[in-house]
């Protein structure tokens, strides 16, 4: 599968962000899917997550629930809705995706297709 990821840019302190991740192939639906970002000069780390069928959801601590995941198997679709950010939510965001239920799903490495990424930049 292939993964092109949309929707960041620049934006205020409290402001909002939707992130789209388009998918190539028919078999979107099989994938469970991904964000994860990375700021400069740290390693890539896990923003939420989404199952198959879009029922389960994870999210790491910090989104503390502004951030919600979201998928569209119809459209091949996943976004990311994105709350009152903050200056620290800035990063390059990256769409990924696995097959395999085994394995953490906050971890980069059990993922097996990742897209280009897409720079968010909060201001304070």
């Known amino acids: 599968v292939q993964l092109q990821a949309s929707g960041g840019g620049v934006v205020q302190a409290g402001g909002s962000l939707r992130l789209s991740c388009a998918a190539s192939?028919?078999?979107?639906?099989?994938?469970?899917m991904g964000w994860f970002r990375q700021a400069p000069g740290k390693e890539r780390e896990f923003v939420a997550a989404i199952s198959w069928s879009g029922g389960t959801t994870v999210y790491a601590a910090f989104v503390e629930g502004r951030f919600t995941i979201s998928r569209d198997n119809a459209k091949n679709m996943v976004t990311l809705q994105m709350n009152s950010l903050k200056p620290e939510d800035t990063a390059v965001y990256y769409c990924a995706a696995r097959r395999s239920l085994s394995g953490g799903w906050k971890l980069p490495q059990n993922y097996d297709y990742w897209g280009q990424g897409t720079q968010v930049t909060v201001s304070s």
């Open positions: 192939g028919r078999t979107f639906s099989t994938y469970i």
